[in-house]
T-cell receptor
Framework: GENVEQHPSTLSVQEGDSAVIKCTYSDSASNYFPWYKQELGKGPQLIID?????GEKKDQRIAVTLNKTAKHFSLHITETQPEDSAVYFC????????FGAGTRLTVKP | ETGVTQTPRHLVMGMTNKKSLKCEQHLGHNAMYWYKQSAKKPLELMFVYNFKEQTENNSVPSRFSPECPNSSHLFLHLHTLQPEDSALYLC?????????????FGSGTRLTVV
């Protein structure tokens, strides 16, 4: 089955800096790659996704890139704000969704 | 609210108790999922239901018993649990199972087994 690895497990940045989270997946047939943000006391919320026929997607301050050949994809957050502090999960999907272990992002004011 | 509601939010139960977790969605989705979230581990898929039919049981111990009476409701019946079953249990739904449908998660039930 699909195996998703996510790095780093924790990330601390200064407000206004950029943050990058990276994931790799094992099954080259996976074709959908969502990213979820989980705030304290809440379930994961979908923030952006990318499909295998696209290399990059951007939505305001967040962007995701996908390298199918290398089987890795990344989340980029620019101009970070304290409210970006949360746990972020990547996932790869073929027939069902497999998640990475999560990255705890802390944005210091 | 995301459109997926889980109750209760918190549950403390003894190892000999029987309890049930409830999940409800009114998004018109046809697929529903149970996930277990433990500290510092990836989300673990437990069960998948598509159009009320169970399509996946991810080697979950029989002390967890799912029930899906209709496409809007999903239950997880618990009995004779172990302390290591303490975790956040998340319900999710999607339009259908498949490779490119985002999930909508509930806020979860924080379960503590004593």
């Amino acid at each position: 089955g699909e195996n998703v690895e996510q790095h780093p497990s924790t990330l601390s940045v200064q407000e206004g800096d950029s943050a990058v989270i990276k994931c790799t997946y094992s099954d080259s047939a996976s074709n959908y790659f969502p990213w979820y943000k989980q705030e304290l006391g809440k379930g994961p919320q979908l923030i952006i996704d990318i499909r295998s026929n696209v290399g990059e997607k951007k939505d305001q301050r967040i962007a995701v890139t996908l390298n199918k050949t290398a089987k890795h994809f990344s989340l980029h957050i620019t101009e970070t704000q304290p409210e970006d502090s949360a746990v972020y999960f990547c996932a790869a999907s073929l027939n069902d969704m497999r998640f990475g272990a999560g990255t705890r992002l802390t944005v210091k004011p | 609210e995301t459109g997926v509601t889980q109750t209760p939010r918190h549950l403390v139960m003894g190892m000999t108790n029987k309890k049930s977790l409830k999940c409800e969605q009114h998004l018109g989705h046809n697929a529903m999922y149970w996930y277990k979230q433990s500290a510092k581990k990836p989300l673990e898929l437990m069960f998948v239901y598509n159009f009320k039919e169970q399509t996946e049981n991810n080697s979950v111990p029989s002390r967890f018993s799912p029930e899906c009476p209709n496409s809007s409701h999903l239950f997880l019946h618990l009995h004779t649990l172990q302390p290591e079953d303490s975790a956040l249990y998340l319900c999710a739904s999607s339009s259908r199972t498949g490779s490119d449908y985002g999930y909508t998660f509930g806020s979860g039930t924080r379960l503590t087994v004593v």
